[in-house]
């Protein structure tokens, strides 16, 4: 089964810090794939907060979270990282990591829904006031 696993979400409070972890545990989640990590609130979309490219490792944020949240990939792991510090009530969320093979290296990631056909069932973040 291809699936993604997300793990580190929970309770924390203005300020704090949390990381999430991404892996695949049926399957090589190697350094061909594209990562994205996105979110959803109660009531709202989900939008793309940080994305990774394959390969080269460039990556992309939200301007909602640029500077605060670092994307990081850790291939003999298999593993993708969301770093979070600074975090906001307005950061709460679920949040999710996804993956797709792109057909061809680029330069940059999409934080777009589209292209990604791999994805987790989420972990939950809560960030107290």
């Known amino acids: 089964q291809v699936r993604l696993v997300e793990s580190g979400g929970g309770l924390v409070q203005s300020g704090g810090s949390l990381r999430l972890s991404c892996e695949a545990p049926d399957w090589g989640l190697d350094a061909s794939y594209e990562i994205g990590w996105f979110r959803q609130a109660p009531g709202k979309e989900r939008e793309g907060v940080a994305c990774i490219t394959r390969y080269l490792n460039n990556t992309d944020y939200a301007n909602s979270v640029k500077g605060r949240f670092t994307i990081s990939r850790d291939n003999a792991k298999n593993t993708i990282y969301l770093q979070m510090s600074s975090l906001k009530p307005e950061d709460t969320a679920v949040y999710y990591c996804?993956?797709?093979?792109?057909?061809?290296?680029?330069?940059?990631?999409?934080?777009?829904?589209?292209?990604?056909?791999?994805w987790g069932q989420g972990t939950q973040v809560t960030v107290s006031s």
């Open positions: 996804a993956a797709y093979r792109p057909q061809f290296s680029f330069v940059h990631c999409s934080r777009a829904r589209g292209p990604y056909d791999i």
